[in-house]
């Protein structure tokens, strides 16, 4: 798909995209609670980069536990940071919000932090292992990366037993799962967690981990020590 339609497809989402996510994403918001365990300590004062940010979930689990922290919010759609502003509006003085496509745009530089929610599937993978090196280079020595994503297993046949308890998920919710597989495997290009490390480990990360896994999906961590 091209960036024309992803980017016109999010744009659509912005006002549902939460209440659609708990649809299609199994687990959804118990991920969250797992997110927010991985974050540093409370108290702490962080520099974070929410990458694709959408409507500001994971960022709200940020200041919910790092309330002194600052967050820029990135995404490619200006509906989805409007919702984003809307959503932590509370929040005020301690976010930051910038439109742009971080396949091109620069994303900064000095975080402590960097989420990456659901997001990264949506480069192919040359695109993906040349964008490890870009992440481990804006973060601070101690940071972390932490990316929530679409994964496929290394077995062709486990990977399509975990796509067909994915759509089952989705049609129990009430969702069209062929149409929602068919818009994955359209715009969509997820890696294996064997690949995610080793592009990682590639970009200069040292330390990773994968933290949850159920049916395509996963929770992993990587730091720059």
Sequence with gaps: MKQEQVQEHFARQADNYEKLMVKLIPQYLEQHQI??????DEG???RVLDLGCGNGI???????????????GFDLTENMLKAFAKKLSRYSGKFALQQGDFRTDSIGKGYDIIIAGLTLH???????????????SALNYGGLFL???????????????????????MKAQGED???????????DHPMTITDHFAWLRSAGFVKVA????????????????
């Design 122 to 136: 949506h480069l192919t993978w040359q695109e993906r292992e040349d964008f490890y090196q870009v992440v481990y």
């Design 147 to 169: 990316a929530r994503d679409i994964i496929i297993d290394e077995d062709q046949a486990v990977r399509q037993e975990q796509y067909a308890h994915w759509k089952a998920f």
């Design 177 to 187: 799962p062929e149409l929602w597989y068919a818009k994955h495997i359209e715009k």
């Design 210 to 225: 994968c933290h949850w896994r159920f049916f395509n999906f996963a929770i992993t961590t990587a730091e720059k020590v």
């Design 35 to 40: 997110i927010h365990d991985l974050l540093p």
């Design 58 to 72: 994971l960022s709200e689990v940020v200041l919910q536990k790092l309330p002194h922290s600052h967050i820029v």
């Design 44 to 46: 702490k004062r962080c």
